[in-house]
């Protein structure tokens, strides 16, 4: 990113989800490599040279925890905790309200411990294009879209198809403007960016970026954790 050291650049840490696939374990606070998943993203964003403030939105139920584990870690990059809404979309709103008015934000999954460094800065020069980015990988399967009688209508080329990861980043005022102005739920910002006309960036994000949302993802990260050597 051009001119980096003059723009502000914010963090939204998303963590506000039910965690229901994860039967009775808040994903965020089950333990990864004997620490937090949620400390291990936050920790990401507090080492990064590129990241001015973090904002982290957890699940309302678990906010005191969290408030007690930021005062212990002592992130000073880490201005603020907050409970999320509803929605996904609602608790990235209640974020983007704590931000100090960055040039840029990243918006990421708390639920994604294996951020780098890399996908950050990628995502930040991907974003100078329109403003609006999104980690990606290509779909390695054949996917089939179906009607609600499950019959095949449709084969996609799959050369065309992206699974779409965090981090996503956008200007802050077209992020902003964007959950101000577009009300449908939606499953990613990239979303309600797209709803507003704005052509979004797809950047390589990474295969080991996964998103714990199951036990089994939970193991499979174990794994990941040691191969990576952490």
């Not at 974003?127 to 996609?156: H, L, Q, S, W, Y």
């Not at 990260?221 to 040691?226: D, G, Q, S």
Request: net charge positive; proline share 4%; charged share 25%.
């Amino acid at each position: 990113m051009n001119n980096r050291e003059k723009q502000k650049v914010g963090a939204v840490i998303v963590a506000a989800g039910s965690s229901e696939r994860m039967g009775l374990v808040d994903k965020v606070t089950a333990l990864l490599g004997g620490k937090p998943i949620l400390a291990r993203v936050a920790d990401i964003f507090q080492d990064s040279y590129l990241v001015d403030q973090i904002v982290i939105v957890v699940n309302g139920i678990n906010l005191k925890p969290w408030e007690n584990l930021v005062k212990e870690k002592r992130w000073p990059k880490v201005s603020d905790i907050c409970a999320g809404g509803r929605r996904r979309q609602d608790s990235v709103a209640a974020g983007l309200d704590r931000l100090r008015s960055p040039e840029w934000v990243v918006i990421h999954d708390g639920a994604r411990p294996f951020l780098t460094e890399d996908l950050i800065e990628r995502g930040l020069k991907a974003a100078e294009e329109t403003g609006a980015a999104t980690a990606a990988v290509p779909v390695t399967d054949t996917i089939k879209v179906t009607g609600n009688d499950m019959f095949v209508r449709e084969t996609p080329e799959r050369r065309h198809l992206w699974a779409v990861q965090t981090p996503q980043v956008f200007r802050y005022e077209i992020i902003t403007s964007a959950h101000r102005q577009i009300k449908d739920e939606v499953t990613d910002c990239a979303s309600l960016v797209e709803q507003l006309g704005y052509r979004v960036k797809l950047y390589m994000g990474a295969y080991d970026n996964i998103k714990i949302t199951t036990p089994g993802d939970l193991a499979l990260a174990e794994v990941l954790l040691k191969k990576h050597g952490k």
